[in-house]
């Protein structure tokens, strides 16, 4: 499998994993420590640009077939009518938040923050049995997450106050820490059967991998996407702006994450406005959300087993979490 496709594959758990706060030991990368991977974690609080979907196809009127090349080998009949909902992403403007179908092949934040603290406690007791004594513990401080990044800045308060910088998010995760406990005995913990009854990670195939990748690659070149980049490169144009281009993203051209200046807020501010304008976020999510839907469709079973597996773990979390009312 390519680096590519490597980086690719991590997006199907990139929602899952934005949603764990950091913490100075990482249980998830431990549990998956030792462990052949197909699917790797990637994402926000990995990497800030993965897409919690991956793709679009050019345009709605291309999904009432999948492309040939990603149908199953040795199959010619037409796919099934893709549901309506599965053609649109869900944006929420005040939450800064763009949900896509997929996430519905994936836990909660609620699930997620059950198990991630069930076994981050489970990690802390075998951990203070090996090295045979207490491990501090810390308890959550709330997060205020900042809005979602993938076609840049289009929160107008966030532009207003940090430009294009990135917000701070502030609070912090339960789990424990302590810098003098080996790496080799969170591994350790990691494997235990305790650990591994409460971790969702499950592997994904290749195949699904490499389909979703192909579907962003038509996404960037779909009639939806260069439309709607179009008319907000217009908008900018009107101020006497233009879009960054190459590795910029969807920002101005002088636009800078480094930098925390009026200049700076009143590029990001002009970019926001020229974005609402054009309904710009909407179009572009609607765009990856209709991507999705066909490779959706193809693998509708290995993913639902992929999310029975992981929503398994659930109640072993909770059980563990009933048996131990001492957690802070």
């Known amino acids: 499998m390519s680096a590519r496709d490597d980086d690719l594959a991590r997006t199907l758990r990139a929602r899952a994993d934005a949603e764990m706060p950091a913490m100075s030991v990482d249980v998830a990368a431990v549990v998956r420590g030792g462990r052949r991977r197909r699917l790797a974690r990637g994402g926000a609080v990995l990497a800030a ?60 934040a609620e699930e997620w923050a059950t198990v991630w603290l069930a076994r981050s406690w489970e990690m802390k007791r075998c951990a203070e049995a090996e090295v045979g004594r207490p ?10 997450p900042h809005s979602d ?38 591994e350790d913990c990691g494997r235990s059967e305790t650990v591994r009854a409460m971790s969702p990670e499950t592997d994904g195939s290749y195949e699904l991998a490499d389909a979703l990748g192909q579907a962003h ?17 217009a908008c900018l144009a009107e101020h006497g702006l233009e879009p960054a281009g190459g590795d910029g993203g969807y920002a101005v051209a002088g636009a800078s994450t480094s930098r925390w200046d009026r200049e700076s807020v009143a590029l990001a501010v002009t970019d926001v406005r020229c974005k ?26 290995e993913l639902e087993a992929r999310l029975a597996h992981m929503r398994a773990v659930v109640p072993v979390a909770e059980a563990y979490l009933a048996a131990h009312p001492e957690i802070p």
């Open 49 to 108: 640009t993965a897409l919690v979907l991956t793709g679009a196809w050019s345009g709605v009127r291309a999904l009432d077939a999948v492309p040939a090349d990603l149908q199953p080998a040795g199959t010619s009949s037409p796919s099934p009518t893709i549901p309506e909902a599965d053609l649109h992403a869900e944006v929420d403007p005040v939450a800064g938040t763009i949900t896509y179908p997929l996430a519905r092949y994936d836990l909660t």
């Open 149 to 186: 990044r993938t076609f840049g800045v289009w929160d107008l308060a966030e532009a207003q106050e940090y430009g294009y910088a990135v917000p701070p998010e502030g609070g912090r995760a339960a789990g424990a820490v302590d810098a003098d406990v080996p790496m080799s005995v969170w």
């Open 276 to 301: 609402a304008e054009v309904d710009f976020v909407p179009r572009m999510a609607d765009a990856e959300a209709a991507a999705q839907a066909p490779v959706l469709l193809m693998f509708r079973a």
């Open 135 to 144: 491990i501090a513990w810390e308890t959550a401080l709330p997060r205020d």
């Open 217 to 233: 690659e038509v996404a960037v070149a779909s009639e939806a996407s260069r439309s709607a980049v179009a008319d907000w490169t």
